[in-house]
C-alpha cells in the first residue's frame, strides 16, 4: 500500500474511532441532559410510507413466521426479539419496524394487536438495552420513522398503560437521535436520521422554534448530499430512489399540517427526479452501479407517480459523473466518475467506465450489481472492477477495496481523474470517449474507452485501448487484458462463430455482438441483484495480451 494511502486510511480510522466513542457516550449524553418533562399525550399525525405493501407478508407475520431479508424466521410462538437472528441484514430489517407496513393490507383488531404486542415486546426487551445493532442510528432512525407511519395501526384500540409506554420510548428514541445525528457512520444514514428528526417534530407537539431547527438541520444535509444534478454523493442511483421514499411523505407533512417547508427540501425532490428517471431502464428497473441492487416496479412506481417533472431524461449527470446514451428505443449508460472520498466510499464500486445497455424492455449487457444479503466474500467480489462491465488490466481493479477494523471495506481510489469528451458526428451518431487512470502506477497504462451510439438506435460500436504512460514500457510486460460483458440472465447467448454470439430476449429481440479478429468467450458469471437473489449468468470475454496491444474494437447492431 502507498504511503499516500496509509495515511488516508490512518485519518478516516482515527474519525471513525471518534465516531464510534460519540456514539458510545450518547446513551450517558442523553441521561444527563435536562430529562424529559413529560411525556407526549399525542400524536398529530402519522405520515404516509409510501414502500409497496404485500399481504402474504402479513399473514406470514401473524403465523409468528418473519421473511426478511432473505431468510425466514421460525418463532414457535416466543418473541423473536429473544431468539438467535438468521443474520445482520435481517436483524436491520428487524429492529427497523418497516415490516410494520405490511400489516396495512390487513388491518384488522387482531392484526393490529399482534402488532402492538410485539413492538411492546421490543421496548420490554431492548428499550433499555441501548446497545447492538437496534441502536446503530440509520436502524433507530428508521423504526422511529415506522412508529410514527403506522402509529395508527400499533396504537389502535391500545390501552393506556401502553400508550404511555409507546410515546416515552419514541421519545427517548428521538432524543437519542439528536445527539448521534453527528455520529451516523454513512451520508444515507445521516440523511435519514435528520429526516426522523424533522418528521417527528411534526408529529409530535412541538414548539415552532424546535421545528425550524430541524428543518434548517435537514436543509443543511440536503445541501452536503444531494448535487447540483439531483444525484446522490454516493453515487450509487437506488439511493435516489431510497431518499425520496423518505423525503416526499415529509415533504406532504409539511404542507398538511400548515408549517413551512424547508427551503431546501423542494428543490432536491425536484432535482432529484430527473436524476432517478437518468438511470431508469425500459424494463423498469435501476441501473446497477456503486451498490444498486434490485428494485422492484411497484417500489419505483410509488415514487414515480409524483413525479410533475417533464422531459426526456438528460444526456449526462455531471456531477454525479455519468453519461447516457439513447436512441429509439435502445440505452446505454456509463460510469465515468471517479470514486468518492474514503468516507464515503463504504458502499463504492471499482466500475471506472463500465456500462449497462437495454433495448425495448430488456437489458441486454449489466453490471453484476450488489448482493442484498450476501456474505461479506460476495459484497467484496461485487465491487471489483471484473463484476462491471469494463476493462481489467491483469484481473486487477481500478480501485482497491481494502477491509479495515476501524473504517470497513472502503475503496481506495486507484482512480484519481477521468477525461471525457462528448460529440455528435455529422451522420447524427453519439459518441462518448473517457479515459481513467487507475492502471497508470501499477501498469503505466491509461484505460480510453469510446462507445457510439447510431442515430437509428440499431447500432453500438466500441473501443478499448490501453495507452502507455509516455516514457514509459509498461509493467509486468506479461499483462494480460480482459475486457467483460456481463450478459442480464433473462438473455439467451447462442454462438454464432468464432468471433461472434446472438443475444436474444424471451419476446425474440435480439442484438448480434461481435469482436473482429479476437476470439470471443463465453464464461460462466453471477449475477447479483436478481429479486430473488444471487442466480447464475453468463458473460461474454475478450482476452488479450497487452504487449503491442493497440487497440480492442467490438460492436453490437441489432439482429433478425
Known amino acids: 500500500m502507498r504511503l499516500a494511502d496509509r495515511r488516508r486510511l490512518l485519518a478516516c480510522g482515527m474519525r471513525e474511532m471518534r465516531r464510534r466513542l460519540r456514539l458510545r457516550m450518547a446513551p450517558y449524553r442523553v441521561a444527563l441532559s435536562a430529562p424529559l418533562s413529560a411525556v407526549p399525550e399525542r400524536l398529530i399525525v402519522a405520515p404516509t410510507d409510501l414502500r409497496p405493501v404485500d399481504p402474504f407478508v402479513a399473514h406470514e407475520i401473524f403465523d ?63 428499550g433499555r438495552r441501548r446497545r447492538g445493532i437496534g441502536w446503530e442510528p440509520n436502524v433507530v432512525a428508521t423504526r422511529v420513522i415506522a412508529w410514527l407511519s403506522h402509529s395508527t395501526i400499533v396504537l389502535h384500540a391500545a390501552e393506556a398503560g401502553f400508550y404511555r409506554r409507546f410515546m416515552k420510548s419514541l421519545a427517548y428514541q428521538i432524543s437519542y437521535l439528536r445527539k448521534i445525528a453527528a455520529s451516523c457512520p454513512d451520508a444515507e444514514s445521516r440523511l435519514r436520521v435528520r429526516t426522523a428528526l424533522a418528521m417527528a417534530s411534526l408529529a409530535l407537539p412541538t414548539r415552532v422554534g424546535g421545528i425550524n431547527r430541524e428543518s434548517l438541520a435537514l436543509d443543511r444535509e440536503l445541501d452536503r448530499q444531494i448535487l447540483a444534478d439531483g444525484g446522490h ?21 409539511y404542507i398538511n399540517l400548515g408549517y413551512d417547508v424547508p427551503q431546501k427540501l423542494i428543490p432536491a425532490i425536484d432535482r432529484m427526479y430527473p436524476a432517478l428517471r437518468f438511470f431508469r431502464h425500459q424494463d423498469g428497473d435501476l441501473a446497477l452501479f456503486n451498490g444498486a441492487s434490485s428494485t422492484s416496479a411497484s417500489e419505483l412506481m410509488s415514487v414515480l407517480r409524483y413525479d410533475e417533472s417533464a422531459g426526456k431524461p438528460f444526456k449526462a449527470l455531471p456531477q454525479m459523473q455519468y453519461h447516457r446514451l439513447a436512441a429509439d428505443n435502445t440505452i446505454i449508460i456509463v460510469d465515468t466518475g471517479c470514486p468518492e472520498a474514503i468516507s464515503a466510499s463504504t458502499g463504492a464500486h471499482a466500475g471506472t467506465l463500465s456500462f449497462e445497455m437495454s433495448s425495448g424492455r430488456h437489458r441486454f449487457i449489466v453490471n453484476s450489481g450488489a448482493p442484498k444479503f450476501a456474505s461479506r466474500f460476495y459484497r467484496h467480489l461485487a465491487r471489483s472492477t471484473a463484476a462491471h462491465s469494463t476493462l481489467t488490466l491483469g484481473d486487477v481493479s ?113 442484438w448480434i455482438f461481435a469482436a473482429p479478429g479476437l476470439d470471443l468467450q463465453i464464461d460462466e458469471d453471477v449475477f447479483f441483484a436478481d429479486v430473488s437473489g444471487m442466480r447464475p449468468s453468463q458473460q461474454l470475454v475478450l482476452e488479450s495480451a497487452v504487449s503491442g496491444l493497440k487497440e480492442i474494437r467490438w460492436m453490437l447492431r441489432r439482429g433478425e
Open 64 to 126: 409468528g413466521r418473519f421473511p426478511l431479508a432473505g431468510r425466514v424466521l421460525e418463532t414457535l410462538g416466543d418473541s423473536p426479539f429473544e431468539l438467535e437472528l438468521p443474520s445482520r441484514a435481517f436483524a436491520e430489517r428487524l429492529h427497523g419496524f418497516g415490516w410494520l407496513r405490511h400489516i396495512r393490507a390487513e388491518r384488522t383488531e387482531a392484526g393490529c394487536a399482534h402488532a402492538r404486542h410485539i413492538v411492546s415486546d421490543w421496548i420490554n426487551i431492548h
Open 233 to 253: 454523493i454516493s453515487r450509487n442511483p437506488r439511493a435516489i430512489l431510497d431518499v425520496l421514499v423518505d423525503l416526499l411523505p415529509l415533504r406532504q407533512t
Open 398 to 510: 481500478s480501485s482497491r477495496v481494502i477491509n479495515s477494523n476501524f473504517t470497513g471495506p472502503v475503496l481506495m481510489p486507484g482512480v484519481s481523474a477521468v477525461d471525457v469528451e462528448r460529440w455528435d458526428d455529422k451522420h447524427g451518431n453519439d459518441w462518448l470517449r473517457a479515459r481513467h487512470d487507475g492502471y497508470l502506477e501499477q501498469f503505466d497504462y491509461t484505460h480510453e474507452r469510446e462507445i457510439a451510439l447510431s442515430a437509428t438506435g440499431d447500432k453500438i460500436k466500441g473501443c478499448d485501448r490501453l495507452i502507455p504512460r509516455e516514457g514509459g514500457e509498461g509493467k509486468p510486460k506479461n499483462s494480460i487484458a480482459f475486457i467483460r460483458f456481463h450478459i442480464h440472465p433473462a438473455i439467451t447467448i447462442t454462438r454464432r462463430d468464432a468471433e461472434s454470439v446472438a443475444l436474444r430476449a424471451a419476446d425474440g429481440q435480439g
